[in-house]
């Protein structure tokens, strides 16, 4: 070979090793952006979702036990995938986290371990309760006289945490996303 020539691949030796260990860092990431898109795409739609539902009280509950279904069959599960193919991307290319030009990852990995948490321990459960709270439908008929309009004062209030929490999990997730994209050096 002249010197200077780009190595030949040969299926044996460092550079092979290298081109291996880059495909499976393209794999990962792959299966991370897709998880990325298929995970969290559907919280941006919440609000649209619990909005149709406001607008037709018929459809209410179907809205509020589709958002919960998705929460609790999607988000949740696809999350916790979603952190291990982040660990095997930062054990793939061998990422040391302590360095300046990697701590964007902590960063990252603590406000994910919050809005994992968060999701788990009030969201879903909240979304369960409102699912509870709703699953009997609307009473039939027009509102008896004098009745306070809108929803009960337990549903109101608990529709209320649910926005809020679901704004805080749009936050994080938008930050997440931020910090892998522009990975920041501190
Ligand atoms: C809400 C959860 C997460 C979302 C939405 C997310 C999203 C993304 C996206 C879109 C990328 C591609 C960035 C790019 O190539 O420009 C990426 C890369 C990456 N993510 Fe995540 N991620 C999440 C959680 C995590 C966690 C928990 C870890 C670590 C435990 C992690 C580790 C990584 C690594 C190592 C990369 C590769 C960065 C590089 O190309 O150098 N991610 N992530």
């Given amino acids: 070979m002249l010197s200077g020539a780009p190595p030949v691949p040969n299926g044996s030796g460092p550079w092979c090793e290298n081109e291996k260990v880059a495909d499976l860092f393209q794999l990962f990431l792959f299966l991370h952006v897709l998880g990325a898109i298929v995970v969290f795409g559907p919280v ?17 509950p179907f809205a509020i036990a589709l958002g919960e279904f998705i929460e609790r069959r999607i988000v949740i599960p696809g999350a916790i995938v979603q952190g291990i193919t982040g660990v095997a991307l930062i054990l793939i290319a061998g990422r040391d986290l302590t360095i300046p030009a990697n701590r964007w990852l902590i960063g990252a990995i603590i406000l994910y371990a919050i809005a994992v948490t968060f999701a788990i321990t009030v969201q879903a459960r909240n979304a369960e309760k409102m699912v509870l709270l709703t ?10 006289a004098g009745a306070p309009s809108g929803p009960p004062s337990e549903i109101a209030a608990l529709g209320k945490k649910l926005q809020q929490g679901g704004m805080l999990l749009t936050v994080l997730v938008t930050l997440i996303v931020l910090l892998m994209v522009t990975k920041p050096g501190f």
Avoid: K, T
């Fill in 44 to 60: 941006f739609l919440f609000p649209v979702i619990a909005r149709q539902g406001q607008m037709s009280p018929q459809n209410g």
């Fill in 135 to 144: 699953s009997g439908g609307p009473p039939p008929g027009p509102p008896p």
